[in-house]
């Protein structure tokens, strides 16, 4: 039987995450401000210097906050993502150019399989926190839509071999 000392480096706690910006090649684009952090696992963060608090088993979890009117550019995985509105209510789109979509409440949520194009948008008038669960303990890196890769090229900035953001 596990005792509390056992499990306490598997706790963690809210009040104590770092929140990174620019966790995503995506976060250099005007609309895509966000904050993130990764609590299970490392997740699919491009940034070199962002850890992660709880060792991933079979799936990857992390917070972002979002300001009205943000969200992250299109892009897919290799494993399903799930979102969760914590607070605020958001858009969730997919396909080729995410013309499909539904707005989710608080604690609402959506699965995406693997290869379905999908971005999220907060359409509160409050900074939103969104819950991301990605499936597999390595969730691989984002694949994104060639419009962000030329979107972010232009404000200067790409994705090394190893897929961590760097400046141009």
Do not use: C
């Amino acid at each position: 039987m596990a005792t509390p000392s056992d499990l306490s480096h598997r706790i963690a706690r809210f009040k104590d995450l770092e929140f990174a910006e620019n966790s995503f090649l995506d976060g250099v684009i005007p609309g895509h401000e966000r904050a993130h952090a990764s609590v299970i696992g490392a997740g699919v963060v491009e940034r070199a210097d962002q850890g992660h608090l709880i060792e991933a088993s079979d799936f990857t979890l992390g917070y972002t906050r979002v300001p009205p009117g943000n969200g992250n550019g299109l892009h897919d995985h290799q494993t399903v993502e799930v979102f969760i509105p914590l607070t605020s209510r958001f858009k969730i789109a997919w396909g080729e150019s995410g013309e499909h979509f539904v707005v989710l409440e608080p604690l609402d949520l959506i699965s995406i399989p693997p290869g379905i194009h999908r971005h999220y948008t907060n359409v509160g008038n409050i900074e939103g926190l969104l819950l991301s669960v990605l499936g597999g303990s390595d969730s691989g890196k984002v694949s994104w839509a060639r419009k962000v890769l030329q979107d972010a090229r232009a404000k200067g900035y790409a994705l090394n071999e190893k897929g961590e953001v760097v400046a141009l």
